[in-house]
C-alpha cells in the first residue's frame, strides 16, 4: 500500500474534539502520517457537528471545500465522521457522492479498519465497500487505545462519559450519541496519570452531563468518588468541571470543590432558562428556586467561585413575560460567562411540532436585548480583576506579539473565556508553556486581560 497521509478536521464540542484525538492517535499507531495541508494528503476526514442549524451548515461547508481537493490536490478518499453522518446518513449518501466513507459517533474507533478496506479497493481496482456505517453508539474509549494530544501542551479534556439519559424537548444529542455510558474510575484516573506524565497540568472534564456520570449504574462510581483520586495525580494542578448540571450538584459536591485546591473555582453549569413555564416545557429537571438555591449554596461556600453557562432564547411557547423573568433573573443572579443562544428548530426533537414557535425576528430582538444586559455586567466583571493576583497557566507567546506571553487564570476556561497577556516579567528571566506563575492584573478589556508576573 502507497503512503498514508492524512489530513483532519475535527469541529464541534471539546467531546466531539476527543474522539478526533482518539481516531488520530489509531491512524498514527498504524503509520499514517498526519498532514498539515490538505492538498498534500491522500486521505481527509472531517469530524462534524450537527447539534444546531448553524453547526450543520458549518460541517457542510467544510466538507465541500474539503471535496475540492480531490479535484485539485491528491486526496483520494474523503471521509466523514461524526454526528453528521449518524443523523443524516442516508441523505448524504444521496446527495454529497463526493464523500466516500461516511462514519458515524458509535463506529469511530473503526477508522483504520475502514480506510484499509477502502484504500485496498482503490489500489485494486475494486468496487469501494459500503460507504455507511452507522449504529446505536455503543462505545466509549479507555486508557487503552491511543488518543494524540492536540492544542495546548498543558491543557486537556477528559471525557468521563459518553451519551444522554436526558430528554431536553430542543436536544438531539440522545439520539446522536446514545445512552450514557461511562468509564470506570480506574481508566480515567490512568489515562489522566498519562497526560501528567507527558506535560498536562489542567485537566478539563468533559461528558455531556458530568452530574450523570456512573448513572447507569446506580452511582457505584460517581463525581463525588472520581474527583478526590484525580487530585491526587502528581503532575495535575488544575481540574476544571464543564457541563455539571444544577438539578444533581449535591452539596458534597460543592464541599469537595471547596475543600480540594486543585479543583477550580469554575463552574460550568447549562441552566438554558429561569422561568418555571419555560423550563418546564423545555423538560428540564430543574426550578428557579432549585438554580437560586445552588448559586447561593456554592457562592456562601467558595466565595470566589466562578460560573458559565448557556441560555435559549426564543423557545416555543416563551411570552414576552418569560423572557422580562429571565433578564431579572439574571440580573440577579450575576453569572461570570454566558452565552446567549437561540432557539433552533430541530427535527426528532420533542419541540420541533410544539406549539407557540416564536417568530425568528423576535427571538433576534430577544437575543440581543440580553446580550447587552450580559455584555454590561461582564465589563463590571473584567473591571472587578484590577489590581488583583492569580496563578496563570502560562499557555506560549501571544500570537498578537512576540513580546507578549500568553495564558489564562481560573475564570478562564480554554478558548471560550478570554486570556491573560503578560507584558511584564518582573524578575523572571524566563517562563515556559506549561508554567504556572502568579500575574496580579493591569489592564481590563472586554474579552482580555493585561497583566505582569509578580
Same mark, same amino acid.
Not at 498526519?34 to 476526514?45: L, T
Not at 478496506?117 to 486508557?143: C, M, N, S
Given at each position: 500500500?502507497?503512503?498514508?497521509?492524512v489530513?483532519?478536521v475535527?469541529?464541534?464540542?471539546?467531546?466531539?474534539?476527543?474522539?478526533?484525538?482518539?481516531?488520530?492517535?489509531l491512524?498514527?499507531?498504524?503509520?499514517?502520517s498526519?498532514?498539515?495541508?490538505?492538498?498534500?494528503?491522500?486521505?481527509i476526514?472531517?469530524?462534524t457537528?450537527s447539534?444546531i442549524?448553524a453547526?450543520k451548515?458549518?460541517?457542510?461547508e467544510?466538507?465541500?471545500?474539503?471535496?475540492?481537493f480531490?479535484?485539485?490536490g491528491?486526496c483520494?478518499?474523503?471521509?466523514?465522521?461524526g454526528?453528521?453522518p449518524?443523523?443524516y446518513?442516508s441523505?448524504?449518501?444521496?446527495?454529497?457522492?463526493e464523500?466516500?466513507?461516511?462514519?458515524?459517533?458509535?463506529?469511530?474507533?473503526?477508522?483504520t479498519?475502514?480506510?484499509?478496506?477502502?484504500?485496498k479497493?482503490?489500489?485494486?481496482?475494486?468496487?469501494?465497500?459500503?460507504r455507511?456505517?452507522?449504529?446505536q453508539p455503543?462505545?466509549?474509549?479507555t486508557e487503552?487505545d491511543?488518543r494524540?494530544?492536540?492544542?495546548k501542551?498543558?491543557s486537556a479534556?477528559?471525557?468521563?462519559?459518553?451519551?444522554?439519559?436526558?430528554?431536553?424537548a430542543f436536544?438531539?444529542?440522545?439520539?446522536?450519541r446514545?445512552?450514557?455510558?461511562s468509564?470506570s474510575?480506574?481508566?480515567?484516573?490512568?489515562e489522566?496519570k498519562?497526560?501528567?506524565?507527558?506535560?498536562?497540568?489542567?485537566?478539563n472534564?468533559v461528558?455531556?452531563?458530568l452530574?450523570?456520570?456512573?448513572?447507569?449504574?446506580d452511582?457505584?462510581e460517581?463525581?463525588e468518588r472520581?474527583?478526590?483520586e484525580?487530585?491526587k495525580i502528581?503532575?495535575i494542578?488544575?481540574i476544571?468541571?464543564?457541563?455539571a448540571?444544577?438539578?444533581r450538584?449535591?452539596?458534597?459536591?460543592?464541599?469537595l470543590?471547596?475543600?480540594e485546591?486543585?479543583?477550580?473555582?469554575?463552574?460550568?453549569?447549562? &441552566? %438554558?432558562?429561569?422561568?418555571?413555564?419555560?423550563?418546564? @416545557?423545555?423538560?428540564?429537571?430543574?426550578t $428557579? +428556586?432549585r438554580?437560586?438555591?445552588?448559586?447561593?449554596?456554592l457562592r456562601e461556600?467558595i466565595?470566589?467561585?466562578v460560573?458559565r453557562?448557556s441560555?435559549?432564547?426564543g423557545f416555543?411557547?416563551e411570552?414576552?413575560?418569560?423572557?422580562l423573568?429571565l433578564?431579572?433573573?439574571l440580573?440577579?443572579l450575576n453569572?461570570?460567562?454566558v452565552?446567549?443562544?437561540?432557539?433552533?428548530?430541530?427535527e426528532?426533537?420533542?419541540?420541533?411540532?410544539?406549539?407557540?414557535?416564536?417568530?425568528?425576528a423576535?427571538?433576534r430582538?430577544r437575543?440581543?436585548k440580553? &446580550? %447587552?444586559i450580559?455584555q454590561?455586567?461582564?465589563?463590571? @466583571?473584567?473591571n472587578?480583576?484590577l489590581? $488583583? +493576583?492569580?496563578?496563570a497557566?502560562?499557555?506560549g507567546?501571544?500570537s498578537e506579539s512576540?513580546l507578549l506571553?500568553?495564558?489564562?487564570i481560573?475564570?478562564q476556561?480554554q478558548e471560550?473565556?478570554?486570556?491573560?497577556?503578560?507584558?511584564d516579567l518582573g524578575d523572571?528571566?524566563?517562563?515556559?508553556?506549561?508554567?504556572l506563575?502568579?500575574v496580579?492584573?493591569?489592564?481590563?478589556?472586554p474579552?482580555f486581560?493585561?497583566?505582569?508576573?509578580?
Amino acid at each position: 500500500m502507497k503512503t498514508k497521509s492524512v489530513y483532519f478536521v475535527s469541529l464541534g464540542c471539546p467531546k466531539n474534539l476527543v474522539d478526533s484525538q482518539v481516531m488520530l492517535g489509531l491512524l498514527e499507531k498504524e503509520k499514517y502520517s498526519i498532514s498539515q495541508s490538505p492538498d498534500r494528503a491522500n486521505v481527509i476526514i472531517v469530524n462534524t457537528c450537527s447539534f444546531i442549524q448553524a453547526s450543520k451548515e458549518e460541517s457542510i461547508e467544510t466538507i465541500l471545500e474539503m471535496a475540492d481537493f480531490k479535484q485539485t490536490g491528491v486526496c483520494e478518499l474523503l471521509v466523514v465522521s461524526g454526528c453528521l453522518p449518524q443523523r443524516y446518513s442516508s441523505e448524504l449518501k444521496k446527495e454529497m457522492p463526493e464523500i466516500d466513507l461516511l462514519i458515524g459517533t458509535g463506529q469511530y474507533h473503526r477508522i483504520t479498519e475502514l480506510l484499509g478496506k477502502h484504500q485496498k479497493a482503490i489500489e485494486q481496482g475494486d468496487p469501494l465497500p459500503e460507504r455507511a456505517y452507522v449504529d446505536q453508539p455503543a462505545f466509549i474509549h479507555t486508557e487503552s487505545d491511543p488518543r494524540m494530544h492536540t492544542g495546548k501542551k498543558a491543557s486537556a479534556f477528559l471525557k468521563i462519559s459518553e451519551g444522554c439519559n436526558r430528554r431536553c424537548a430542543f436536544c438531539i444529542i440522545p439520539t446522536l450519541r446514545g445512552k450514557v455510558r461511562s468509564r470506570s474510575i480506574h481508566s480515567l484516573v490512568e489515562e489522566a496519570k498519562g497526560m501528567a506524565k507527558n506535560g498536562v497540568k489542567e485537566l478539563n472534564l468533559v461528558a455531556q452531563d458530568l452530574t450523570h456520570y456512573g448513572i447507569e449504574n446506580d452511582y457505584q462510581e460517581n463525581l463525588e468518588r472520581l474527583l478526590p483520586e484525580l487530585v491526587k495525580i502528581d503532575g495535575i494542578e488544575w481540574i476544571r468541571l464543564h457541563y455539571a448540571y444544577p438539578d444533581r450538584f449535591s452539596s458534597e459536591l460543592v464541599d469537595l470543590i471547596a475543600k480540594e485546591k486543585k479543583i477550580v473555582n469554575y463552574i460550568d453549569m447549562p &441552566i %438554558q432558562h429561569t422561568s418555571n413555564a419555560v423550563l418546564k @416545557k423545555m423538560g428540564r429537571a430543574l426550578t $428557579k +428556586e432549585r438554580l437560586f438555591n445552588l448559586v447561593s449554596e456554592l457562592r456562601e461556600k467558595i466565595p470566589e467561585v466562578v460560573f458559565r453557562t448557556s441560555i435559549i432564547v426564543g423557545f416555543p411557547g416563551e411570552t414576552e413575560q418569560d423572557f422580562l423573568e429571565l433578564c431579572e433573573d439574571l440580573r440577579n443572579l450575576n453569572l461570570d460567562h454566558v452565552g446567549v443562544f437561540r432557539y433552533s428548530k430541530e427535527e426528532g426533537t420533542r419541540a420541533f411540532d410544539m406549539d407557540n414557535q416564536v417568530p425568528a425576528a423576535e427571538a433576534r430582538k430577544r437575543s440581543q436585548k440580553l &446580550i %447587552q444586559i450580559l455584555q454590561d455586567q461582564r465589563w463590571e @466583571k473584567q473591571n472587578s480583576y484590577l489590581g $488583583k +493576583e492569580f496563578p496563570a497557566l502560562i499557555e506560549g507567546v501571544s500570537s498578537e506579539s512576540d513580546l507578549l506571553l500568553q495564558g489564562r487564570i481560573p475564570t478562564q476556561a480554554q478558548e471560550i473565556d478570554g486570556y491573560v497577556l503578560i507584558n511584564d516579567l518582573g524578575d523572571h528571566e524566563t517562563v515556559d508553556p506549561g508554567d504556572l506563575v502568579m500575574v496580579r492584573v493591569t489592564e481590563a478589556h472586554p474579552d482580555f486581560l493585561v497583566a505582569s508576573l509578580v
